[in-house]
């Protein structure tokens, strides 16, 4: 344990996990990180490029792979960039201070007469003859990192803050094989498996000619316990197939979820873990008492490809090949279910639509596993359909936010609580060996203990829940509801985008009952200089006038957060017109992520937040009815092409010392500032997601 | 029983045997011709990653049967350009950072082609209304746009020099 590494070092210590110089002029970097469609292996590949000092051109990306990268757990949270990144710059800068050392010992001199350019080594500028793989031979990387070798100052960097292309970009515009679906083995085996509806569903009867029929090819059915699957050598057969089974296998022991459990209200009066947070409850006597309450429906990943995973068994060595966000705790999980050694598996990562969270990903590997287990030697290939990644992907939970403040004279709060009812944010494969596929087996895992996210990563259903604001006192009151109609886990932002939804609304009221104007109420509340900043500067770009007058069906709102109020400072100013449905005109937003890698990356990451909230906000809810009733495009639709906003994004403070992560940072005030700015148009207040027609047209009647 | 037929695939003379007349062309494309460019999304017709140009129309192929297109013209991403000799609109969503995930991108550039072929110069309204049956989950839109309209531009003035 060395404490002043960063902390994904600190677990990975050795050099050789980060770098190796496999081949003259050729630097393979490694990372925990995996590509998701967020540009971190660019950025990483960025890093490297500077601390090492050579060319992109001659670094290599391998990620998320568990015979060689090093273990960072998930990619998630918004901490590729805060924390990987960190590290392998870290490593990266002993890594360069060693082969200094031995050139130094090399050439007979000082390592101050030394300098690195394009990976060879420079004496007072003067070229040596040596680089860094004439030298490789000698300098030992299979050694531990000490964090005595400095990493480059901002002022120096130069790869690190200029922005650059993709990587990953060119193999996607040009139709390559770029994502795992695109993946062939020979003799592979395609796959579907018949989804068990719930935990404890058992087969009754499975009709296997009409299958067979429907197939129109030849198939053939693997069954352990409840798991049941089609395998074919055609997929188009296997396909025809798993749709014909939907309704060709009959289950017992089915638990539907019912249309009024897809209400976030039905939240309220479930058992729940109650866990409070903060300073004890304030003597409202004497102060004026606000409370507002808030919510949000089921939300879908809806990632636009579903689920793939491949996986073979060969010699008592299962290789998994899966598009999720942590290969290592997807090992581990699948070691529990398949009562493997964890050495006995390698998990490969390779790519797959954008996934915005625990989608099927984990699952769908899972699936691959557990049939090339029955079948050693053949590569097996699962695909989920459409209709099965939308209903069997876990859910973003539904939740309910009830703020209540206590007010000086001023009307500013004095006393803030935070009430949240939600269903866990955290069902991933690590926190209890949650693998849909493993419910369906013989012995199937018990259910996991309720648990959330803990506060110390950032919180799942708290996430947000304290406004940064300078209120004297706050507190949470989180209610862990320990059954949720169905699978719930994380969803890019987790529980900060209903949160900041909650407070950001709440602060708008709270202005108004004050008569002031809400860019001047929340800067009267923020001291934190860069908060102000990002508030100040998005009001600039956006041209903020105060006092602009309300109800006339075209209005202005405004919001800020600081995700996990330690990542990135956002502040979104959207403007919007509202008839019977909402039309998004504008949005401006100003971003505060300290050291940003790479600036194009980062405003791709803001505007995709952007973009993905306001379709959360205006269009989605998963609705329940008989089973999940949201299953394809048609019944879970979101936002369009014609329905996209301009967006104008400014970034401030980029040289800062340490770059705050950025990915989920848009979600909640985008969210908010939608919530205000349709309350500024009409003159009237929605304070539940998502802002239908119906919503609408009952705010205006009740006004 | 066993179905013959042949067409075209970005130029190129191909004859396929099928067992199943249902086999859709995406999965021709894919599993038979090793042309994983086009997409699957939905098997629905509903997201369009499976866009492609037959006879120059852009259709969605994860659920059109692969003999329709018997005797006909079809084109996918492949089609369009490569790395080496990229279609201005490869280049343009280049240029413009294009993308998050991708997944997208094949069927778009699919809806742009078969767009700009028919109106050289759409307005934002236009491109926004060709692109309303593709879906993209990740939020690159206005990327998305903005280089359709720079390719645009760069073909009209290939055009008239």
Known sequence: ?703 | MSQSFAFTVNGKAVSVSLDNEETPLLDVLRNELGLMGTRFGCGLEQCGCCMVLIDGAPEKCCTKPAWSVAGKQVVTVEGLGNAARPHPLQKAFLDEQAGQCGYCLSGILISAKALLDKNPKPSRVEIARALDGNICRCGSHNRIMRAIEKAAAVIRAGAAG
């Open chain 1, 1 to 703: 344990m060395n404490a002043s590494l960063p902390g994904p070092l600190n677990d990975n210590p050795n050099l050789d996990r980060w770098v190796a110089f496999p081949s003259a002029g050729k630097v393979t970097v490694l990372t925990g990180r995996v590509e998701l469609g967020q540009g971190v292996l660019t950025a990483m590949a960025q890093i490297a490029a500077d601390e090492l000092d050579v060319a992109m051109e001659r670094i290599t990306i391998r990620s998320g792979d568990t015979e060689k990268a090093p273990n960072e757990g998930y990619t998630a949270g918004s901490q590729s960039i805060q924390f990987g990144g960190v590290a392998l710059r870290q490593a990266l800068a002993e890594v360069r201070a060693l082969f200094l050392d031995q050139a130094a010992k090399v050439l007979a001199c000082k390592v101050s007469e030394l300098s690195v350019r394009d990976g060879s080594i420079y004496r007072n500028g003067k070229s040596t003859g040596q680089d860094y793989w004439t030298l490789a031979g000698a300098v030992d990387l299979a050694i531990k990192a000490t964090g005595a070798a400095a990493r480059k100052a901002v002022g120096d960097l130069t790869t690190i803050g200029a922005s650059s292309a993709r990587l990953d970009l060119p193999a996607k515009v040009f139709g390559e094989s770029a994502f795992i679906h695109d993946m062939q083995i020979d003799g592979m085996v395609h796959a579907r498996v018949v989804r068990q509806p719930n935990r404890g569903a058992t087969i009754g009867s499975v009709d296997e000619n009409a299958i067979r029929r429907a197939a129109k090819g030849p198939v053939e059915f693997v069954r352990n316990g409840n798991f049941l699957a089609i395998l074919g050598d055609t997929e188009t057969a296997v396909e025809a197939a798993g749709a014909a089974a939907v309704n060709r296998v009959i289950w017992q022991n089915v638990e539907a979820p019912t249309p009024t459990q897809q209400e976030a209200n039905w939240l309220l009066q479930r058992p729940a873990l109650d866990r409070p947070f903060g300073a004890e409850p304030a003597d409202p006597k004497g102060r004026e008492r606000f409370e507002r309450t808030y919510t949000r429906g089921y939300l879908a990943h809806a990632s636009i490809s579903p689920s793939c995973g491949l996986a073979l068994y060969k010699d008592g060595q299962l290789t998994v090949w899966t598009h999720c966000q942590g290969v290592y705790p997807l090992r581990a999980a699948l070691a529990k279910t398949l009562k493997l050694e964890p050495t006995s598996i390698v998990v490969h990562h390779m790519q797959g639509s954008g996934c915005y969270g625990h989608n099927g990903a984990d699952d769908a590997a899972a699936d691959a596993a557990i049939i090339a287990m029955q079948k050693p030697g053949q590569p097996i290939r699962v695909r989920w359909r459409r209709e099965e990644e939308f209903i069997y992907e876990p859910k973003t939970p539904a939740m309910v936010v009830k703020v209540r403040a206590l007010l000086d004279e001023a009307g500013k709060p004095s006393d803030w609580t935070q009430e949240i009812w939600s269903p866990t944010h955290n069902q991933r494969p690590g926190a209890g060996g949650n693998l849909l596929g493993a419910l369906a087996l013989p012995d199937p895992p018990p259910e996991p203990p309720p648990n959330d996210v803990p506060e110390a990563n950032g919180g799942g259903a708290t996430r947000n829940g304290e406004p940064l604001y300078d209120i004297p006192a706050k507190r949470m009151l989180h209610h862990l509801v320990t059954e949720a109609p169905v699978r719930t886990s994380a969803l890019r932002g987790l529980g900060a985008t209903s949160n900041v939804f909650a407070l950001e609304c709440c602060i708008d009221e709270l202005a108004e009952h004050a008569g002031q104007d809400p860019v001047q109420y929340r800067l009267s509340i923020t001291a934190d200089a860069r908060a102000r900043a990002v508030i100040e500067k998005v009001a600039g770009m956006a041209k903020w006038k105060a006092g602009s007058a309300g109800g006339t069906g075209r209005g202005r709102g405004i919001a800020f957060a600081r995700y996990k109020n330690r990542a990135a400072y956002s502040a979104v100013v959207v403007e919007l017109s509202v008839d019977e449905a909402i039309t998004l005109h504008h949005v401006w937003c100003a971003t505060d992520a300290g050291l940003v890698v790479n600036p194009d990356g980062v405003i791709n990451q803001l505007e995709g937040g952007i973009i993905q909230s306001a379709s959360w906000v205006l269009k989605e809810q998963v609705r329940f009815d008989n089973g999940v009733a949201s299953f394809d495009w048609e019944t879970y639709p979101v936002l369009t092409f014609s329905e996209v906003p301009e967006i104008d994004i400014e970034l401030i403070n980029t040289k800062d010392e340490v770059p705050l992560g950025v990915g989920e940072v848009t979600a909640g005030p985008t969210a908010a500032a939608i919530g205000n700015a349709v309350s500024h148009a009409l003159g009237a207040r929605i304070r539940d997601l998502p802002l239908t027609r119906e919503r609408i047209m009952a705010a205006l009647l009740k006004e």
